[in-house]
């Protein structure tokens, strides 16, 4: 992996084994944690499980046919 800039920004490109081993694609969102003693771990975010987790922790229910769409949520 290597470090570059894009505008005022630092990216980590990743190389496409860790893309295929991650199952990544654009888009996805990736947290990095254990960030102590210059190592870090990298995981793939589930939005749609973090979501539903979040409804069932109010006890929020869905619909019975309800998917959940990225794309669909945030249409203009």
């Known amino acids: ?13 990743l190389s496409s ?4 081993d991650m199952g990544l694609v654009e888009g996805d969102e990736v947290d990095f944690a254990d960030l102590k003693r210059r190592h870090a771990l990298c995981e793939k975010r589930d939005p749609k499980a973090e ?8 006890h929020w229910s869905a619909p019975p046919d309800y998917t959940f769409d990225r794309d669909e949520a945030n249409e203009r």
């Not at 084994?17 to 295929?20: E, G």
């Not at 979501?51 to 109010?58: I, S, V």
């Open 1 to 13: 992996m290597r470090v570059a800039r894009w505008g005022d920004r630092l990216v980590v490109l």
């Open 51 to 58: 979501f539903l987790k979040a409804m069932d922790q109010f």
């Open 17 to 20: 084994q860790v893309v295929q």
